[in-house]
């Protein structure tokens, strides 16, 4: 069940598909050309950037590194179509069991992210639908921002092993 209030709602991200996906060796301009043609995409996707496919969304998080979440409804049919465009020139890593994702939503969601990370949250250096790999309170953690029919939601992503530590931190204890 969400926590919520006028300003600020958390909730765990269940019903979601994670990848990474990391170029082989030599294959980073392939891969990212692989990944623009499955987004539908006419250039790559710039270092941060990210964009949707259906249920499907990519960001580049990293130098050769992308992070891929799917949504519950999409997960078959797109994961098959990303490995399929990718499986040449990318080793697909299903991160899924082994992360936990919270979802912030709402006008406190960048202060109380801020807390934790020396992490650039506004909007002119972390605009919607882009993400990165970053700390928070020594978290490691992927940090996706992304635009929702009400508003702009941040989906952090950390080891589940963290889970229990992050959300400590998460509540002030």
């Not at 300003?7 to 598909?17: F, G, P, Q, S």
């Not at 519950?72 to 936990?100: C, H, M, V």
């Not at 650039?120 to 700390?135: F, H, I, K, S, V």
């Amino acid at each position: 069940m969400p926590a919520s209030n006028e300003n600020l709602t958390i909730e765990e991200w269940a019903d979601v598909t994670q990848l990474q996906v990391i170029a082989r060796n030599g294959k980073g301009g392939v891969l990212a050309n692989a990944i623009a043609k499955f987004l539908k995409r006419k250039k790559p996707l710039l270092p941060f950037d990210g964009a949707r496919r259906g249920g499907v969304f990519v960001c580049a998080i990293g130098p050769e590194e992308y992070w891929a979440v799917i949504e519950k409804g999409a997960a078959a049919k797109e994961r098959k179509e990303l490995e399929r465009i990718t499986g040449d020139y990318a080793s697909i890593f299903d991160q899924t069991d082994g992360r936990f994702v919270i979802r912030l939503s709402g006008q406190q969601a960048i202060d109380v992210l801020a807390r934790g990370t020396s992490l650039d949250l506004r909007d002119t250096a972390l605009p919607m639908e882009m993400g990165t790999n970053t700390t928070i309170e020594h978290i490691p953690a992927v940090v996706l921002r992304r635009k929702e029919k009400h508003g702009n939601v941040f989906e952090v992503s950390v080891p589940r092993s963290y889970a229990g530590s992050f959300m400590t931190w998460l509540r002030g204890d």
